[in-house]
């Protein structure tokens, strides 16, 4: 019988590698950690909630102002393979950089199966550009803007890095200085094969716009 896809034989064998909530069994614990640390975070740090950047009701960050004016700026994104959590689980990611004087803005974004992966990626772009021109009232310096995030936020991170920003926005090229992304997800084509895909709804057009190694573009950012 032929692999299901390149070398996965099946479903369970896609979901082994790719389903966290499924492979690890006290998953649930972290994720109680993620929201225990990041309530204490917002209790203890300067920071302003829900400010929005868009349209919609989950188009919103979490602003962690560092205490000098011109500082360097965190835009970190929240994973949950693009279905669950929310910026108010990753409060915690602030409390590094706001003590090294870092301004630190966590991104909040609509899930799917409400939304495709084409929305979400546009929705993380609109937050970046609401970042560059308003992060001046929030201490932090638009010339100096990081991106950074895990699993699907590792995903966003670089098709944040790989957007145009000078042709789609109007900013300068090199808008984002530079991304961290951890764990990312940068072939997105196995997941239609996946349990995960009844939520995902991918199709070809979606994994080609939303698969960073397939794109061919210098990056001016490390």
């Not at 972290?30 to 009701?57: I, K, P």
Request: proline share 5%.
């Amino acid at each position: 019988m032929a692999p299901l896809y390149r070398n996965f034989e099946s479903q369970a064998d896609i979901d082994r590698e790719y389903d966290i909530e499924r492979s690890v069994p006290d998953f649930m614990v972290y994720a109680r950690q993620y929201e225990n640390s990041s309530a204490d975070a917002r209790r203890h740090l300067d920071h302003r909630a829900d400010v929005r950047y868009g349209a919609t009701c989950a188009e919103y960050v979490d602003i962690f102002p560092a205490a000098q004016r011109k500082a360097p700026v965190l835009i970190f994104i929240h994973g949950g393979y693009w279905r669950i959590l929310s910026a108010k689980e990753f409060s915690f990611v602030a409390l590094g950089p706001q003590a090294a004087g870092v301004t630190t803005v966590v991104v909040n974004y609509a899930l799917c199966p409400n939304v495709t992966l084409d929305e979400i990626a546009r929705q993380i772009r609109a937050a970046i550009y609401w970042t560059h021109e308003n992060i001046h009232d929030y201490n932090g310096d638009p010339e100096r803007i990081y991106v950074s995030g895990h699993s699907a936020g590792g995903h966003m991170t670089a098709m944040a890095l790989l957007t145009d920003w000078r042709g789609d926005y109007g900013l300068p090229r090199d808008s984002v200085k530079g991304g961290i992304s951890i764990s990312g997800l940068f072939d997105i084509a196995p997941l239609q094969f996946s349990s995960m895909q009844k939520e995902l709804q991918l199709d070809a057009g979606i994994i080609e716009r939303n698969s960073p190694q397939y794109f061919a573009r210098h990056v001016p950012a490390p």
